[in-house]
């Protein structure tokens, strides 16, 4: 029940405009998935994930290439800013991967 409410709070003070959209992450027992969101627009504007990719490694390491996926999918978009949206999770380990990847790419926030 906690995660929801940490889900509301984050969600509820951030906005993803088309100048600044939002880097939403997702990260069950599985899979990874990030979008990037203009909320304006209700669009996606990037997307990336692990379902039914040939990735292999850690869980961390799907992360970091998901992170290094999405970042690239960012600069073809010409999106260089984003708003990280969270979730429900607490910014560490797979998380944090995920951001580290995206902002060794060159993807700002």
């Known amino acids: ?34 979008q ?18 040939k990735l292999t490694g850690t869980k961390t390491e799907k992360a970091a290439a998901i992170g290094k996926e999405i970042a690239d999918k960012a600069k073809k978009a010409k999106i260089k800013t984003v708003v990280f949206d969270r979730g429900a999770k607490l910014y560490a380990g797979r998380l944090s991967a995920l951001a580290d990847a995206a902002r060794k790419e060159g993807l700002e926030f």
Request: charged share 25%.
């Open 36 to 53: 990037i969101i203009d909320d304006d627009k209700s669009a996606t504007l990037a997307y990336a994930t692990t379902v039914g990719s």
């Open 1 to 34: 029940m906690n995660n929801v409410f940490r889900a509301k709070r984050t969600r509820a003070k951030i906005h993803g405009t088309a100048e600044r959209p939002r880097l939403s992450v997702h990260i069950s027992n599985q899979h990874i998935t990030a």
